[in-house]
């Protein structure tokens, strides 16, 4: 334990007598100090000068002092759910001052900049130290540090001062969703969207809900009613497993809709419009993404062979098309554990989902098997439920266990109606393909999944979408649900502490790998990935960080495993 260097007004007057020398004094701050209010500031890390990222402080809250009443926090849940409310209220207590705090977006995530323990508050910050060039801006950090800072703490982080009733609003907000989301399995749901549920976003830059949106009024033959410890009942569209098409004109909220699926596997802060909106957690989304590498995947359910020669139930490629990559990234999200599987034709590519008779009739040699002759069976065989957008084509209507219309942002239910127009509008294109082939476990080689650069570990994200991982750039824009980039940050650390523990051993599939690393947060918290990381970081899904994985240039796959069959 560090010693304690003194406190508020020692650092202050530490802060004013260095004021104007060379910039490295301020590494005499590292310690811990004691601070009016009752808190201890620990400075970790000095940043090595003014424009290096910013230097790490800690903040240490007693219990008795934060006095947060234990039904706030006395789950897993209402800890997360307490400590995402914490964050947003402790960023805006900081929003004009220096100190920056990860309190994330509409999702709450489990966060490493705050960590609650049975009422203790630790929050991690950053802070940019003030130089005049390479002088120490003295008098600017004492300010920050012994009177920003200490005001916000006591406005942001205590029961007597806070706002109660948000506080309470934001637990109660996140448990209701966790509520929600445990009942969809036993319900045969794969996703719950709420009546009077606000999905569009502000626009494509800005995730805060739109303004003036039509709210969400399911369909009379979908609606649901499910309960909430804190809400009570909740009625809403129920997506039911198996086969869902969602259908309607350009412009109608079809995308928007299949949106909030994708992001109902996270929970919302309150006024979000998501918030009653939940998805299964292993629910992923699918798209193409061409020239994405590929690493020894069995896509032989979707392609029968290729010009090259090349086995397409151990397929690899350092570029792949638009139907390869989507092929791979499907087969991909079955290896990791996706029980449901979200798409849209905007994103997808139209060989790989459909193909019409007038083609069969052209090109009736051609190697991909589309979507739609294996989607049945994916839910038959593999109890694979698939949501998807499809507005372009009726090749789905007869393969689809439930069709929603999206007229003007409001849905309804044309089931019977679809099944009619399928069976009238000329004989259902017999499936060249009934079932669906079991899936390939891939086992990596640890040694070429290398988090570290001339022997220290580099993980850095570069926003959402990219990952610097050791020596490589992991892109990741095509992840479509990813929260953000402190959980970009939480995959880096995850698969560094994968390989660093020898879960990831050359021996475990990655499906193994995953499980776990689900089992050591679990059993020791969200903290065993950092290994000394100083960096935020928030909790990825084991699918996310597959997806990293499986999008890692260097990483290759030492072996393929195919079940025993039967
Ligand atoms: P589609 O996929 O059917 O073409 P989108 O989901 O992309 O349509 O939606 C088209 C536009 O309508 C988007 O700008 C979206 O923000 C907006 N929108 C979607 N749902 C609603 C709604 N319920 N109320 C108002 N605007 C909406
Ligand atoms: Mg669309």
Request: aromatic share 4%.
């Amino acid at each position: 334990m560090t010693r304690t260097q003194g406190d508020t007004s020692a650092l202050a007057s530490s802060l004013h007598g260095m004021d104007g020398a060379s910039y490295g004094r301020y590494k005499s701050l590292t310690g811990r100090w004691a601070m009016d209010g009752d808190f201890i500031l620990e400075v970790r890390r000095i940043q090595a000068d003014p424009f290096a990222p910013p230097s790490r402080i800690r903040i240490d809250v007693p219990a008795a002092t934060a006095g947060f009443p234990e039904h706030l926090h006395d789950t897993d849940v209402r800890r997360r759910a307490l400590g995402g409310h914490l964050l947003s209220t402790l960023r805006r207590a900081l929003s004009a001052t220096p100190l920056k705090v990860d309190a994330g977006g509409q999702e709450v995530l489990a966060r490493s900049a705050i960590r609650i323990d049975d009422g203790a508050l630790r929050v991690e910050l950053g802070v940019p130290m003030p130089g005049h060039g390479r002088r120490i801006d003295g008098k600017q950090a004492a300010r920050t540090l012994t009177r920003d800072l200490p005001d916000a703490v006591r406005a942001a982080l205590r029961w007597e001062t806070a706002d109660r009733d948000a506080a309470e609003e934001f637990v109660h907000t996140v448990a209701d969703a966790g509520a929600l989301r445990e009942q969809l399995r036993e319900r045969g749901l794969v996703a719950f969207v709420a009546d009077g549920a606000v999905l569009p976003r502000s626009s494509g830059v800005d995730e805060r809900p739109l303004d003036d949106a039509v709210p969400f009024v399911s369909p009379e033959s979908l609606r649901t009613t499910l309960t909430t410890p804190h809400a009570g009942e909740v009625t809403g569209m129920g997506v039911p497993e198996g086969v869902t098409l969602i259908v309607g004109g350009g412009y109608h909220g079809k995308s928007t809709l299949l949106r909030a699926l994708e992001t109902g596997v996270y929970d919302h802060v309150p006024g979000d419009g998501r918030e009653r909106c939940v998805t299964r957690p292993d629910a992923v989304s699918v798209r193409a993404e061409d020239e994405r590498g590929v690493q020894r995947v069995d896509v032989s359910a979707f392609v029968s062979h290729l010009p090259s020669g090349a086995p397409t139930d151990d397929f690899s490629t350092t570029a792949a098309s638009g139907s390869t990559s989507q092929a791979a990234s499907t087969l991909e999200a079955l290896e990791a554990g996706a029980d449901v599987l979200l798409i849209d034709e905007d994103t997808s590519a139209t060989n790989v989902m459909i193909r019409d008779t007038r083609m069969r009739k052209l090109i009736p040699a051609e190697p991909l098997v589309p979507f739609v002759d294996r989607v049945r069976p994916l839910h038959e065989r593999h109890g694979v439920s698939t949501v998807l957008v499809m507005g372009g084509s009726g090749d789905y209507l007869d393969k689809a266990d439930t069709v929603i219309l999206m007229d003007g942002y409001v849905a309804t239910e044309i089931t019977t109606r679809a099944h009619e127009v399928a069976a009238t509008a000329g004989p259902s294109r017999a499936s060249e393909h009934t079932g669906f082939p079991d899936v390939a476990h891939r086992v990596f080689d640890p040694a070429s999944v290398d988090a570290e650069v001339r022997g220290r570990r580099k993980v850095t994200a570069r926003g959402k979408a990219r990952l610097t991982f050791g020596a490589d750039d992991i892109d990741l824009s095509a992840v479509a649900q990813l929260a953000d980039s402190s959980q970009v940050t939480g995959i880096g650390l995850a698969l560094a502490h994968a390989v660093r523990t020898d879960l990831l051993d050359g021996r475990r599939t990655l499906a193994e790998v995953l499980d776990g690393l689900d089992r050591d947060v679990v059993s020791d918290g969200l903290e065993c990935l950092a290994h000394g990381a100083l960096s935020d970081y928030a909790l990825p899904r084991r699918h996310e960080v597959a997806a990293a994985l499986n999008r890692l240039r260097s990483a290759r796959v030492a072996e393929l495993r195919r079940s025993s069959g039967g």
